[in-house]
């Protein structure tokens, strides 16, 4: 308003409106032209689309660089939302465009649009680009030098269909007899966080995996002195023979290389106490121990396996008596081939005595010598006691369970790379890698928010549940986030994320 002090005229601000919402401003005009104000009836509502799993995963993946590596373009955009839709909904690309019509995606990606091809496509542009990809969060990782160890192991995913490029049939991992597979190789760095994924014919044996991916190491990231962790079996005379001077291993040895150690005197069953301990033989150290805990579990298993056996004979022999025309030797085959499926063949045998009746026999004293191993284990190494103790080489080696669990997660808990819809070998690897990068989202949301004490399924269930909604007053519509639970603010507090406040139109 205008007034006069002294005779002198000047402005003075009664209220200063530019920070007001356009629906509040709009009341205020309504109601100096003589107007009546509105209701809460006047105020429509509709409930808007998924916000807070997008947000969040999104920020996540800004923060390890992976957008960033990705780049602005379409393909980049599409592969961020296989990412990221593989961690908060599985299945086909079909499904992920269904998915997203109950998604913020536009705010989020900048895609108003996309369809099953484009994002088949996206599959592509991630394998012909993963070199660089995973060159780039190297990198980003590990600016100034690389990791002096690094841990490596594979498994394998089976297929429902016949016609994948990839696919054979080989060791399945998973127990599906009859199924096609692929194997997956995945390397991880000291700290369990994924740096390579590498996708094999299902019919690739773990020992020739590796050379190529220790080649992998220096040639695409750099690595030129580094320790090369991987499971039993995995390292024999030809890899170990690949890592030259400047590499060195941590292996475990098989059982069976465990029994001829002892038989030719070199081990003795003292070594495998429950402390580590170790013996260097022609400059190669094994590191011993036997875990009781893993014994006593053994022992349950075997128990246990005996019980199911006991159960199908009798059940066999019941069915001998009640069709006396029955074949004796059917039903041996038949309890035989439970024998041989519980890895029972090495101390028990089925016999069957005049009266038709089947009966197990448990050779004791084979039972005694396959007990005598339960727990024990064995690791292999060429590292100087100097460069690396004891105690150190058995952490390192059971540091593969970081691997196990990317495994677990990528396989059959919140990401379930199965069933893997597609069939050209650029779209498996494409979905393979997008499952590795959505894992290290999901290894970072969990790192950060497992203290609050929720499950990573139900976390992220929490932050899929935070939605929009679209508020209009007359010709004014505005779409915000409402106010969210407490639970949902500490997953956010924790993971310090902020939502927006206001979604565009």
């Known amino acids: 308003e205008s007034v006069r002090e002294n005779g002198v005229s000047k402005h003075k601000t009664i209220l200063n409106l530019s920070k007001w919402k356009a629906a509040d ?45 990705l780049g602005k373009s379409k393909q980049a955009k599409h592969a961020m939302l296989l990412i990221i839709g593989r961690i908060l909904t599985q299945g086909s690309r079909l499904h992920l465009c269904e998915w997203g019509k109950l998604q913020e995606i536009e705010f989020a990606f900048g895609i108003d649009k996309y369809n099953e091809d484009q994002l088949y496509a996206g599959l592509d542009w991630l394998s012909e680009n993963q070199e660089r990809i995973e060159k780039g969060l190297f990198k980003h990782r590990h600016p100034e030098k690389a990791p002096e160890l690094f841990l490596y192991d594979i498994t394998s995913s089976y297929l429902e269909g016949e016609n994948n490029e990839l696919s054979a049939y080989g060791y399945n991992r998973d127990s599906k007899k009859g199924k096609k597979q692929i194997v997956i190789g995945l390397i991880a760095d000291d700290e369990g966080v994924p740096v390579g994924v590498e996708v094999f014919e299902g ?33 024999k005379k030809g890899q170990i023979d690949a890592l030259k001077d400047t590499h060195h291993y941590i292996t475990a040895i098989t059982k069976p290389q465990i029994r001829s150690l002892l038989k030719e005197g070199t081990f003795q069953m003292a070594l495998f106490d429950e402390n580590v301990t170790e013996i260097e033989i022609e400059g190669v150290r094994y590191v011993t121990r036997r875990n009781a805990d893993m014994a006593d579990e053994m022992k349950r298993t075997r128990l246990s396996k005996i019980d199911v056996l006991n159960q199908k004979i009798t059940d066999s022999n019941k069915y001998l008596i009640a069709h006396v025309k029955a074949k004796v030797e059917t039903q041996v085959k038949k309890i035989s081939k439970v024998v041989s499926k ?70 059959t808990t919140c990401l379930e790379i199965r069933p893997i819809y597609v069939r050209k070998e650029s779209r498996t690897r494409g979905h393979v890698f997008a499952t590795m990068l959505a894992y290290m989202i999901t290894q970072y949301f969990w790192e950060k928010i497992k203290s609050l004490g929720h499950t990573l399924s139900f976390s992220i269930e929490c932050m899929t549940d935070i939605k929009t909604v679209s508020l209009t007053l007359g010709k004014k519509t505005v779409k915000q986030i409402p106010a969210i639970s407490q639970l949902k603010s500490d997953i956010l507090d924790t993971l310090d994320i902020t939502l927006p406040k206001t979604i565009s139109l």
Do not use: P
């Open 25 to 69: 401003v709009d009341a205020l005009d309504q109601s100096i032209k003589g107007k009546k104000g509105f209701s809460l009836d006047d105020v429509k509502t509709k409930e808007g689309a998924s916000i807070g799993g997008l947000w969040v995963m999104k920020e996540i993946a800004n923060r390890l660089n992976i957008t960033k590596i």
């Open 203 to 235: 019919n690739r044996t773990d020992s020739t995996t590796v050379i190529g991916e220790i080649e992998k190491l220096g040639n695409r990231f750099g690595a030129t002195q580094f320790t090369f962790v991987g499971d039993r079996g995995m390292l």
């Open 342 to 411: 519980l890895k029972l063949n090495q101390y028990v045998s089925i016999t069957c005595n005049s009266e038709r009746s089947i009966e197990v026999k448990i050779n004791k004293e084979m039972q005694k010598e396959v007990e005598k191993l339960d727990g024990c284990y064995a690791l292999k190494t060429d590292l100087s006691a100097n460069n690396m103790n004891t105690e150190s080489v058995h952490a390192r080696y059971k540091d593969l369970t970081m691997i196990e669990r990317a495994f677990r997660t990528m396989k």
